[in-house]
């Protein structure tokens, strides 16, 4: 189990943060590929981003990361750790925390309570001494309340702890996700989606949030996106799908450029002109929700 790491190394160099490689993966759903021998790697401490037109295989690929779908070849390595060998649960233990495409949240609970079920298995105390309220629970729940304020803060959530989620803005909701997966601590964090339907304003405080979740924490991000606008600015480096095949691998100027890529985006139909801006991103997103791909099923939530 992963300690609590509140404490941050300034430097950014943290010995619990190791590389994730993909190696030659490929998941098939009967006779449709959804990813054909892919590899890449994350390297600690960076922000990686999948990108690539929809059914590229984006989310299919986070469902291997994070133990929801098993590989049909290959392997995810996790420094020594072979995450396609591990459940769900298991891979959360080793701090790697996921958001879904589609809202995956406790709507009737506040945004504190859906913060604190991120913190769970960081609670020594554990559910019976927390309802005696023995001294180190009432002295655990304090500390993890303050940590859940601090994240809270940190997304700009600091003002709707007491809000029950279901009543928040889509905006919102979608930082309340970001939020309860940094709660749970992770040395990785898996980003499904984070501003499909947010407007220019809110997906730019997105995109400096997950700035600054990796400098303050020094924590790898790997974020999919369908568009390719928002993370060119922020990513370190980009790996792009197309229809389960990686078509490109490297820093954001170099995917940019690639015949390949610019290909795979025009011939896609999803824009006439190439450029993807967030309010068009918004209309292919709750086109997206409506096929419902499994993503957000709450069953494959650690
Ligand atoms: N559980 C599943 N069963 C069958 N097909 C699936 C399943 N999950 C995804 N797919 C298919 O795999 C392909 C890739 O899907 P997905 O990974 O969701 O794409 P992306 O996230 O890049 O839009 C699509 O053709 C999708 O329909
Ligand atoms: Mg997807």
Do not use: C, W
């Amino acid at each position: 189990m992963t300690a609590d790491t509140s404490t941050v190394d300034t430097s950014g160099l943290r010995s619990d943060v190791v590389p994730l490689q993909v190696r030659d993966v490929s998941v098939r759903f009967g006779a449709l590929s959804a990813l054909s021998h892919v590899s890449f790697t994350v390297e600690p401490g960076s922000i990686h981003a999948i990108i690539g037109p929809n059914g590229a295989g984006k989310s299919t690929m986070f469902n291997v990361m994070s133990g929801v779908y098993p590989a049909t070849e290959g392997e995810v390595r996790f420094g020594d750790r072979v995450l396609t060998s591990m459940q769900p649960y298991q891979i959360a233990e080793l701090g790697i925390a996921r958001t879904f495409q589609n809202i995956a949240l406790s709507d009737s609970q506040t945004v504190a309570e859906n913060l604190m079920l991120g913190r769970h298995h960081l609670t020594r105390a554990g559910f019976v001494s927390s309802g005696l309220r023995l001294p180190r629970a009432t002295r655990e729940g304090r500390r993890h309340g303050e940590r859940v304020r601090e994240i809270a803060d940190f997304m700009e959530l600091g003002d709707k702890l007491e809000t029950p989620v279901g009543v928040l803005s889509y905006g919102d909701q979608k930082r309340v996700e970001v939020a309860r997966a940094l709660a749970t601590e992770p040395t990785v964090l898996l980003l499904d989606e984070p501003v499909a339907g947010m407007n220019t304003e809110e997906t730019r405080r997105v995109a400096a949030s997950v700035l600054e979740i990796r400098s303050a924490l020094g924590i790898s991000v790997i974020l999919v996106e369908h568009d390719m606008g928002m993370v060119m600015g922020i990513a370190d480096r980009v790996t792009v799908l197309d229809f389960g095949r990686l078509i490109a691998d490297g820093t954001p100027a170099e995917v940019q450029s690639d015949p390949e890529v610019i290909r795979a985006y025009l011939g896609s139909g999803d824009e006439d002109d190439g450029d993807h801006t967030g309010g068009e991103q918004a209309a292919e997103a709750d086109h997206e929700a409506g096929a419902g791909t499994g993503a957000g099923s709450p069953g494959g939530r650690p």
